[in-house]
């Protein structure tokens, strides 16, 4: 057997690591397994992000996931299974999902190999049932964001943003800036956030959080848990209106300290990004949320919650 210190896990390209690919699961899930073709073969490859394991140079495993989430084709050649490339490979697929902004993901796991899924935080739900002739167990999972600190350049609105946000407080040193038209429950009225929120005004005197909105009356008369958290705290986190500014295009940021960024580009999309480390992004989009700031005010609507 060939030294696995030598195995490669890297993204696929479909058309161009097709064969390979094929030949794969092939050989698993057509000759070994006797999973019809037709079923194998479903159309869904050239919109499938795919993963491959390589081992000097001879492509031994693979996997696919989705666009709706779903993780399937995960197969290592018989000759390379119990040593952990099959966990590799789930992995990788699991890092792709989080570029993407992907927060709930599934997949028909094998009977063989639910213990398997299970032991990576996947959840069985309903009955086992029978799926190309192999008993199958329809399995969960949601991925958990408050950690990630890595780029996500098609992040996916509400979620996982919300769990983004959070993970903004729950990491913020100093400083924490929040720019959004109108609070958008969906995202900022989240116990989670305002745990993290409380956690974050309470580490020292130093800690501040900045909020701008345009919309006061909406955020007022719907109620607002990061309202009653200023109102509590009002010496570490203020509220402003600003109702329109030419630079201010309906875009939704989230800034930690100096150095890290959450963007909505506009109220119209449904996909942002995260950049965390990435200091001059940062500083732009302080430099612009600063020059916004100044203009704001407090709006009669906060007052009437003593804010």
Not at 261 to 290: C, M, Q
Request: proline share 5%; aromatic share 6%; with cysteine.
């Amino acid at each position: 057997m060939n030294d696995l210190a030598t195995l490669q896990v890297r993204q696929a390209s479909w058309p161009e690591d097709a064969a390979e690919l094929e030949r794969v699961r092939s050989a698993v899930f057509v000759l070994e397994q006797g999973v019809p073709r037709d079923i194998e073969w479903d159309g869904q490859d050239e919109n499938a992000n795919h993963v491959i394991a390589e081992l000097q140079g001879v492509t031994i495993g693979c996997g696919r996931l989705l666009p709706d989430g779903r993780i399937g084709r995960l197969a290592v050649v018989s000759n390379y299974r119990g040593l952990g490339i099959g966990a590799k490979l789930l992995e990788a697929v699991l890092a792709i999902a989080r570029q993407a902004g992907q927060k709930d993901l599934y997949l028909h796991a094998q009977a063989n190999a639910v213990r398997f899924y299970e032991q990576a935080g996947f959840v069985a739900r309903g009955q086992p049932f029978e799926e190309a002739g192999i008993q199958h167990l329809d399995m969960h999972l949601s991925l958990d964001y408050r950690d990630w600190n890595e780029p996500i350049l098609h992040l996916r609105y509400p979620h996982p943003f919300a769990e983004l946000v959070v993970a903004q407080a729950a990491q913020a040193r100093r400083e924490l800036r929040i720019l959004s038209p109108t609070l958008d429950n969906r995202v900022f009225d989240d116990e989670d956030l305002v745990s993290a929120l409380r956690v974050f005004l309470r580490g020292g005197t130093l800690c501040q959080v900045q909020v701008l909105v345009k919309d006061a009356r909406s955020v007022v008369q719907r109620g607002h848990r990061m309202l009653t958290l200023c109102r509590r705290l009002p010496s570490r986190m203020e509220i402003r209106r600003l109702a329109e500014h030419p630079q201010w295009n309906d875009e939704t940021l989230v800034i930690r300290d100096r150095d890290s960024v959450l963007e909505l580009p506009g109220a119209e999309t449904d996909a942002g990004f995260y950049r965390p480390g990435d200091r001059p992004r940062s500083e732009a989009s302080i430099h612009r949320f600063d020059e916004l700031w100044r203009l704001g005010q407090i709006d009669p609507e906060f007052r009437a919650l003593s804010l």
